[in-house]
């Protein structure tokens, strides 16, 4: 099974773009949530972004996890979200 990331981007003032969403992978790479900070994902085209708990005090179960991203975010230019 290839995870699945879907992530909300929101640009707060000043530019700076944040984002929060969830993971979809296996129970086995879902449960490395509960024992690290963050976990780095690469997307399928090379960038890298790191991924924690939305909630570290709540632990996931399943194959779905709630987390934050950070990183290798797209930004704005041009008016476009998008990675330089």
């Not at 399943?62 to 979200?81: E, H, N, R, V, Y």
Request: charged share 20%.
């Amino acid at each position: 099974m290839a995870s699945r990331l879907e992530l909300e981007l929101y640009q707060q003032n000043g530019g700076m773009i944040t984002a929060s969403g969830e993971i979809e992978a296996q129970s086995s790479t879902i449960a490395q949530f509960k024992s690290r900070q963050a976990i780095e994902f690469v997307t399928s085209d090379g960038h890298r972004i790191n991924l924690a708990l939305s909630d570290p005090k709540r632990s996931p179960t399943g194959t779905i996890a709630q987390i934050t991203a950070t990183g290798d975010l797209p930004s704005m230019k041009g008016g476009a979200l998008g990675w330089r």
